[in-house]
């Protein structure tokens, strides 16, 4: 396909991509609420600690997969949405952190050790109700840097 030579009606996707549709994995629950990610295969699932994820947003509805990997969808949003900060001291996201990425904890909780997790988002705001974590902009930044020299 070559370059436009007329005008084109370019269609706008779901609201700017804001809300998706995801496919939910085989036997995989997902709580309203929940951080959702994408695994490799691109299934939905609940956020865990684990590589090669990719944060999607938030749970609009709690979807019960009891079928094949696909069988079901979710809604997920993508916008700033308030985590629970991880319980141990030294993993704890803090003011520190602010602009800088988190990562999955589990599905309703960010921590700061990157080593073995997937980027959760951009932390907003640290303060006692938890994490304002930004998800879904296309933060991909590597779990872990890379070697000097590299």
Do not use: W
């Not at 995989?28 to 956020?47: E, H, K």
């Not at 629970?84 to 999955?104: D, E, Q, R, S």
């Not at 589990?106 to 988002?121: E, K």
């Amino acid at each position: 396909m070559g370059a436009l030579t007329n005008a084109r009606d370019t269609v706008e996707v779901m609201n700017g991509g804001k809300q998706l549709v995801l496919p939910v994995k085989a036997k995989t629950t997902i709580y309203q609420g929940a951080l959702v990610a994408l695994d490799a295969d691109g299934y939905a699932v609940p956020g865990k600690k684990a590589e090669g994820l990719t944060a999607a947003g938030r749970a609009e509805e709690t979807v019960e997969n009891t079928g094949s990997d696909g069988e079901l969808v979710i809604r997920v949003t993508r916008g700033v949405f308030v985590y629970a900060n991880t319980g141990t001291a030294a993993n704890k996201v803090g003011v520190g952190h602010v602009l800088k990425p988190c990562y999955i904890q589990d599905d309703q909780t960010v921590t700061a050790l990157a080593t073995g997790a997937s980027v959760a988002g951009l932390v907003i705001r640290v303060d006692d109700n938890g994490v304002a974590v930004e998800i879904g902009t296309g933060l991909t930044v590597p779990a872990t840097a890379p070697a000097s020299g590299s």
